[in-house]
C-alpha cells in the first residue's frame, strides 16, 4: 500500500492551497482516510477525516469552516482543500489511511488508529 501526498508550498496568510494523496495497493471503498499536520517541535495532530464506505466528514476545532477534505473514487485519490490560511497551518501535513472505520470518531482522530502513511508534503504559510 502506498500514499503519495502532493500539492504542498508556500502561501501567503489568507490564502488557498490543495493537497492531493493518491492511494494505490488497496481498495478504496472501505476503511477511513485521513490528514494530520506536524509542526516543528510539536506533536503530529489530526486535522480532517472521511469515510469511504460513506460521505461522513470529520475535522479538528482549528480548521473546521476553512479546510475541507473530499475524495475522487475514480482516481483513488483524496484531498484536502485549505482556506484562509493563518501562519499557524504551517507544518508538514500527511495523509493516512486506515483500514477500518468502526471506530468512535474521536479514536479516528488519533495518529495511531492509521495503519499507512504517506511522505509528508509541506505546507508554509506567511504572514
Known amino acids: 500500500v502506498q500514499l503519495q501526498a502532493s500539492g504542498g508550498g508556500t502561501v501567503q496568510a489568507g490564502g488557498s492551497l490543495r493537497l492531493s494523496c493518491e492511494v494505490s495497493?488497496?481498495?478504496?471503498?472501505?476503511?477511513?482516510m485521513g490528514w494530520f499536520r506536524q509542526a516543528p517541535g510539536k506533536d503530529r495532530e489530526f486535522v480532517a477525516g472521511t469515510k469511504l464506505s460513506g460521505y461522513s466528514t470529520f475535522y479538528s476545532d482549528p480548521v473546521k469552516g476553512r479546510f475541507i477534505i473530499s475524495r475522487d473514487n475514480a482516481k483513488n485519490t483524496v484531498y484536502l482543500q485549505m482556506n484562509s490560511l493563518k501562519p499557524e497551518d504551517t507544518a508538514v501535513y500527511y495523509c493516512a489511511n486506515s483500514r477500518r472505520s468502526d471506530f468512535p470518531t474521536g479514536t479516528l482522530k488519533v495518529a495511531s488508529t492509521y495503519d499507512y502513511w504517506g511522505q509528508g508534503t509541506q505546507v508554509t504559510v506567511s504572514s
Open positions: 495497493g488497496r481498495t478504496f471503498r472501505s476503511g477511513v
